[in-house]
């Protein structure tokens, strides 16, 4: 999120960002939240699924017999624990998805998509990927393989960014 607060010291021997790399900063924040804006509208407006919804409802549609692990699927999502729990409640609500123990450990849950669900995801899927050919695919079709050697470059996740931890850190 973007501050007027004074901008954080860098740690010693790590310099400060330029002006411009921060405006490339800056431009990358700006164009990922309205495209995604505009992805979510989209959904919402033709299937009444958001962005987030959309994305559970694929991950399960690629998992083997369309369930996973709502641990593994508030992982996979980049969602919190308790954030997946209200996105798939409001899933299982709609009858998209149904939450089944999982049979390894009786603590935890599955989400399984239903036929219901199946059928959304397949209808919901032709509408993000046209906003995506449209949005970021076409404008960039030239500069697609350099964009994306340049993001394999970076961390996943933010712990992928941390050095390892040593036995007693």
């Known amino acids: 999120m973007l501050s007027r607060q004074q901008p954080a010291r860098p740690r010693e021997g790590q310099p400060r960002p330029n002006d411009e790399q921060l405006e490339v900063w800056r431009q990358y924040l700006r164009t990922h939240a309205a495209i ?39 992982e996979e999502s980049l969602v919190t624990r308790s954030g997946m729990t209200r996105l798939i409640t409001r899933l299982e609500e709609r009858g998209l998805v149904e939450r089944l123990r999982c049979p390894s450990d009786r603590r935890g849950f599955n989400a399984h998509m239903t036929d219901a669900g199946r059928d959304l995801a397949r209808a919901a899927g032709k509408t993000h990927l046209a906003g995506v050919k449209r949005l970021f695919v076409d404008p960039l079709a030239e500069e697609l393989g350099p964009l994306g050697t340049s993001l394999e470059r970076l961390p996943d996740t933010p712990d992928d960014a941390l050095p390892p931890c040593e036995p007693g850190d």
């Open 36 to 74: 995604t804006r505009q992805l979510d509208a989209e959904l919402a407006r033709d299937h009444g699924l958001g962005l987030s919804e959309y994305e559970v409802l694929l991950f399960l549609s690629r998992a083997p017999g369309n369930q996973m692990r709502l641990i593994r699927l508030a």
